[in-house]
């Protein structure tokens, strides 16, 4: 039992939010871990690391950059995954230290959403040096349809975490993280 708030006080939305993102967290942290192993593995064949280094000409700064670092990436996403998952288990427990990191990681998930469609819509496609009668009008639509998508679930997903972390600091919130006789967690 948590020495902060009583369980008879503790807010159920709190429990349930702290347990959706103690799935998501894990699930997240299992999945990039089995992508770096399956990267190192890959890596490991001498075609496969010669191939990734000729492709990565013909490709845009950005992506190069991205595929020059990968290992970087791959252990940026394991690592906001992780804490994710440890935040979520700590907010379950109301560690106030658990909830600021939980914003912090909620931030910065937001951040690098609206980074990533930022830096997609300034990756030109492959098919702009193929004149544009030769695209199929149905690989147009998909791609108009693919950035839609993105832009959706970006503009979605960074509403709701900035909902939660309104939430996380409304100070209604923070007394659950407070001990019974003190002030409000900052």
């Known amino acids: 039992m948590n020495a ?16 959706l993102f103690i799935l998501a967290g894990g699930f997240s942290t299992l999945a990039s871990l089995i992508q770096g192993l399956m990267y190192v593995r890959m890596l490991s064949m001498p075609i496969m690391h010669q191939a990734m280094h000729e492709g990565a000409q013909h490709m845009p700064f ?8 990968f290992r970087l990436y791959l252990f940026f996403i394991f690592s906001l995954s992780f804490a994710t998952l ?9 560690n106030n230290q658990a909830r ?10 937001a951040i690098t959403l609206l980074a990533a469609f930022i830096t997609q819509l300034s990756i030109r496609p492959a098919t702009d040096n193929i ?37 996380l600091t409304a100070p209604e919130t923070r ?6 006789d003190g002030p409000p967690a900052p």
């Open 4 to 19: 902060t708030t009583p369980i008879s006080q503790r807010s159920t939305m709190l429990s349930v939010i702290a347990w």
């Open 62 to 69: 950005l992506l190069q950059l991205l595929f020059e670092h």
């Open 86 to 94: 440890t935040s979520a288990i700590g907010l379950l427990k109301r």
């Open 100 to 109: 600021q990191v939980f914003i912090t990681v909620l931030i910065v998930v």
């Open 131 to 167: 004149p544009s009668a030769q695209i199929p009008t149905e690989a147009k639509t998909m791609m108009r349809a693919m950035k839609g998508f993105f832009f959706i679930v970006t503009f979605s997903v960074s509403c709701l975490f900035g909902w939660l972390v309104a939430y």
């Open 175 to 180: 007394r659950e993280f407070t001990k019974t």
